[in-house]
């Protein structure tokens, strides 16, 4: 059975070390483990040894690059068949590479500049735009009433 991301992937600023110890075999022992791994946002895979074979309890992935996203998937290979987990992981920012509390998982659009945080910069803009409209249409209506003559309210 697959582990939890936590538990299988640690992250560093050029490597992730895969806790291969992890995996459970559920009664069948586990063989050998085939790896591939790639850039979250490309599409070709790259494949690291053709296995891995058991016992093992950890392997390496090195020469990554610093602060960026991957996506590692991992075969199983026991007696039963195949089991397959993808985990997905950010390399850690060179100058967090000797920090344990340097979290390496769920940092998404924090580390993205205002102005290229979409998810900050759209709900801003679009409340930016309501607020002039409104304050556009409040100052059109009292002008309006201003120069009504009879008193009467048009908008």
Known sequence: ?????????????????????????????????????????????????????????????????????????????????????EYSFKTLHASQAGSPSSPAFGKRETDLPFYKNFALVIPVAASSLVLVIVIFIVGVCLRRHSLDRRGHLLC
């Open 1 to 85: 059975m697959s582990p939890q991301e936590s538990a299988f992937v640690q992250p560093n600023s050029t490597s992730v070390s895969l806790n291969l110890a992890a995996w459970q075999s559920g009664g069948c022992p586990i063989r050998h483990f085939a790896l591939q791994y790639r850039p979250k946002y490309q599409n070709q895979w790259t494949a690291l040894p053709d296995k891995l074979d058991m016992p093992r309890d950890a392997f390496v992935v090195r020469h990554l690059s610093p602060d960026r996203e991957y996506v590692v998937m991992v075969t199983a290979h026991s007696e039963a068949g195949l089991t397959q987990g």
